[in-house]
């Protein structure tokens, strides 16, 4: 069983950045890929990016360009570089693994 942990969201401006995170404990060794989602209100939950365990990436189109996803083995987190940051990405951001563990979820809110 694999418990992940996600933090660093908050209010933010239009045009601003966060990094999100998100820490993994319990039976990590069996984790490859890793994803964040987010869901609005109102809205079914999305993937935002992609990452495998040999660091390859993808990333929905809304996102390319703003959004870098990256992953520390060591320390079994992986993150989300949010830049330019727009209204429309106000959402709950989830991470996930390919075990099928959620967690908590983090909220990001962009407005001015």
């Known amino acids: 069983q694999v418990q992940l942990v996600e933090s660093g969201g908050g209010l933010v401006q239009p045009g601003g950045s966060l990094r999100l995170s998100c820490a993994a404990s319990?039976?990590?060794?069996?984790?490859?890929?890793m994803a964040w989602y987010r869901q609005a209100p109102g809205k079914e939950r999305e993937l935002v990016a992609h990452i495998t365990s040999g660091g390859s990436t993808d990333y929905a189109d809304s996102v390319k360009g703003r959004f870098t996803i990256s992953r520390d083995n060591a320390r079994n987190t992986v993150y989300l570089q949010m830049n330019s940051l727009k209204p429309e990405d106000t959402a709950v951001y989830y991470c996930t693994d390919d075990e099928g563990s959620w967690g908590q979820g983090t909220q990001v809110t962009v407005s001015s």
């Open positions: 319990g039976s990590v060794y069996s984790i490859n890929a």
